[in-house]
């Protein structure tokens, strides 16, 4: 599926700086069509969750996304070049298309298990009740990703970034 703008999806991942999601393979088509499947996976996740409210995610929508918030895009495309669990990419595109993270709960044992859940809030003030959850380690890394401040001494979490790491 190409995109109906004058933008690919791959030109918008080379053009935000995080080529290497797609160098990762070779060649580059292997990228797109692991991206395209994961994108899939994502579609799924969000139509058992919302049915015929899922939010669009599609190559359509992260080059649009990459036109108005690049900072945003290029954490997102970030986020598609080490994550695999598509339930933790949806949450990651709920929060950029503004939904609110009102609870995180991780649980860690060394060597033995791992669970991170995250509750949003939708963009439309309803706390979604079904948690996005994972087993996998690897997907705390998108917590790097999350904006952290306080507010009159109160933490919060919000947004979903790309992170500014240049070679030294």
Excluded at 56 to 72: G, M, N, T, Y
Excluded at 101 to 124: C, T, W
Aim: charged content about 25%; proline content about 4%.
């Amino acid at each position: 599926m190409s995109t109906s703008s004058d933008l690919s999806l791959e030109q918008a991942i080379r053009a935000s700086g995080e080529g290497w999601v797609l160098d990762l393979f070779a060649p580059s088509d292997g990228a797109m069509n692991h991206i395209r499947g994961t994108l899939a996976a994502i579609r799924r996740e969000a139509e058992i969750r919302f049915g015929e409210n899922a939010p669009e995610i599609s190559e359509d929508a992260l080059v649009a996304l990459f036109r108005q918030s690049p900072r945003q895009a290029r954490g997102f495309f970030q986020a598609l070049g080490g994550i695999r669990t598509p339930e933790m990419l949806l949450m990651v595109w709920r929060v950029i298309q503004g939904g609110e993270i009102v609870d995180i709960q991780l649980g860690y044992h060394r060597k033995e298990r791992f669970m991170a859940k995250v509750f949003l809030e939708s963009p439309e003030g309803e706390v979604e009740q079904t948690p996005y959850e994972s087993e996998r380690i690897h997907d705390f890394a998108l917590f790097r990703h999350i904006g952290v401040f306080e507010t009159g001494g109160r933490p919060v979490f919000d947004g979903f970034y790309a992170l500014n790491v240049r070679d030294a």
